[in-house]
């Protein structure tokens, strides 16, 4: 069964620290790929997407993402993590789906920044 | 990309009651989606809303309790009906515009 995987439940980083949040999929095909902030008492706003192209996504707020098939991963990355970053990550693959498509997101990565 | 605006933005009910969140969006678009985010958890996905079509339900999910409305290509509106306390979570409206999901800022809705 298709399904995206974060294994990390939360993270800690000191702010100024580069960050790295994974994410995994299991698809036969290479589906498209999203990453989502969540900022509490927010909704979803879209970090990055993956289409196709190149593997290195760029996105907003200065984060970045690599797409590597032979690991069927899609981690986010930032080299200097601001305080204003704490907030939940989602990951996400959109799949072919009966009469259209859908989207599944991994349960989500909740980012802590120390000072 | 797409604008959603979702309201109400929270709501505390009593259980037994209904509460219609509605999605208003600032272009037309094909497709709707409608998500419930447990607390702690990550986002399930409730319904696709097609205009013209009947919602399709994902497993778990039926129509007599979250119907559906899609009256046109702009809005929709999304009842939880006959609530009880493990309805309590963010409801969240979505659409796709050229391959990017955008969400609404979510129904926080609390069941007492």
């Known amino acids: 069964a298709q399904s995206v995987t974060q294994p990390d439940i939360h993270i800690t980083v000191s702010e100024g620290a580069s960050l790295e949040l994974r994410c995994n999929y299991s698809?036969?095909?290479?589906?498209?790929l999203f990453w989502y902030v969540q900022s509490p008492g927010q909704g979803l706003q879209l970090l990055l997407k993956y289409f196709s192209g190149d593997t290195l996504v760029q996105g907003i707020k200065g984060f970045e993402a690599e797409f590597k098939r032979s690991q069927s991963s899609f981690n986010l990355r930032k080299p200097s993590v601001h305080w204003s970053d704490a907030a939940e990550y989602f990951c996400a693959v959109v799949l072919g789906h009966t009469g259209g498509f859908k989207t599944i997101f991994g349960a989500g990565t909740r980012l802590f920044v120390k000072a | 990309s797409a604008v959603i605006s979702q309201k109400p933005s929270r709501d505390i009910c009593q259980r037994g009651t209904s509460l219609t969140i509605q999605c208003q969006v600032d272009s037309q678009v094909t497709m709707m989606f409608w998500y419930r985010q447990q607390p702690g958890q990550s986002l399930t996905l409730i319904a696709t809303?097609?205009?013209?079509?009947?919602?399709?339900?994902e497993s778990g999910f039926v129509i007599d309790k979250f119907p559906i409305s899609r009256p046109n290509l702009t809005f929709s509106t999304l009842t939880v009906s006959n609530m009880s306390p493990e309805d309590s979570s963010i409801y969240l409206c979505s659409v796709e515009d050229q391959g990017v999901y955008t969400f609404g800022s979510g129904t926080r809705l609390t069941v007492v």
């Open positions: 809303a097609n205009q013209g079509s009947e919602a399709t339900y």
């Open positions: 698809y036969g095909a290479t589906p498209y």
